[in-house]
Antibody, heavy 119, light 113 residues
Framework: EVQLVESGGGLIQPGGSLRLSCEAS????????MHWVRQAPGKGLVWVSR????????GYADSVKGRFTISRDNAKNTLYLQMKLLRAEDTAVYYC????????????WGQGTLVTVSS | DIVMTQSPDSQAVSLGERATINCKSS????????????LAWYQQKPGQPPKLLIH???TRESGVPDRFSGSGSGTDFTLTISSLQAEDVAVYFC?????????FGQGTKLEIK
């Protein structure tokens, strides 16, 4: 069974930093492209970032470019999202999700971790 | 960037009746050399992550009931639930994976009338 378990969320002040982790199991993690997607409370889904299977191909939404960094450790089956200079508008549930390749849909999602940016 | 627009924003349908959700993209999602539309549909129930229902605009994901179907090509797409069941109450999102940044529709909330 595919499992994606996010952690690292919490309450953080504006301007602060946070690192999210996503531990994968039940599939060959190193073979899949991975995504972060966020959802503000009561709002829709917003794609944040994507990384290919070996970490050599990365993309970001304009709203997080230069502030967020996606990475992965295939030996640990773990995906990361380093977030800096956090703003109130970054408040959301952050989902880790997987896709087979660069031009395939997201087919599995984690349960999400809530990040709240507030003073 | 590709903008995805869904209609309606919410819909109330009687049990056993048909529900139809529309999704329009600001540019074509048809990759002509592969003859595929890079469009997916997701279902999200309260407190849960999204679940993939349909990909390539009309291919049902394994395990998804056959009352769910997707259609359309280019810029106009439709998700149809042929006979609404109580467990189908959810928010439905379309998403394009044709190009980065991937984008989602704003969601359609489906309720029982």
């Amino acid at each position: 069974e595919v499992q994606l378990v996010e952690s690292g969320g919490g309450l953080i002040q504006p301007g602060g930093s946070l690192r999210l982790s996503c531990e994968a199991s039940g599939f060959t993690f190193r073979s899949y492209w991975m995504h972060w997607v966020r959802q503000a409370p009561g709002k829709g889904l917003v794609w944040v970032s994507r990384i290919n299977s070996d970490g050599s191909n990365i993309g970001y939404a304009d709203s997080v470019k230069g502030r967020f960094t996606i990475s992965r450790d295939n030996a640990k089956n773990t995906l990361y999202l380093q977030m800096k200079l956090l703003r109130a508008e970054d408040t959301a549930v952050y989902y880790c999700a997987r896709a087979v390749g660069y031009d395939t849909p997201i087919d599995s999602w984690g349960q999400g971790t809530l990040v709240t940016v507030s003073s | 960037d590709i903008v995805m627009t869904q209609s309606p924003d919410s819909q109330a349908v009687s049990l056993g009746e048909r529900a139809t959700i529309n999704c329009k993209s600001s540019q074509s999602l048809l990759y002509s050399s592969k003859n595929k539309n890079y469009l997916a549909w997701y279902q999200q129930k309260p407190g849960q992550p999204p679940k993939l229902l349909i990909h390539w605009a009309s291919t049902r994901e394994s395990g998804v009931p056959d009352r769910f179907s997707g259609s359309g090509s280019g810029t106009d797409f439709t998700l149809t639930i042929s006979s609404l069941q109580a467990e189908d109450v959810a928010v439905y999102f379309c998403q394009q994976y044709y190009s980065l940044p991937y984008s989602f529709g704003q969601g359609t909330k489906l309720e029982i009338k």
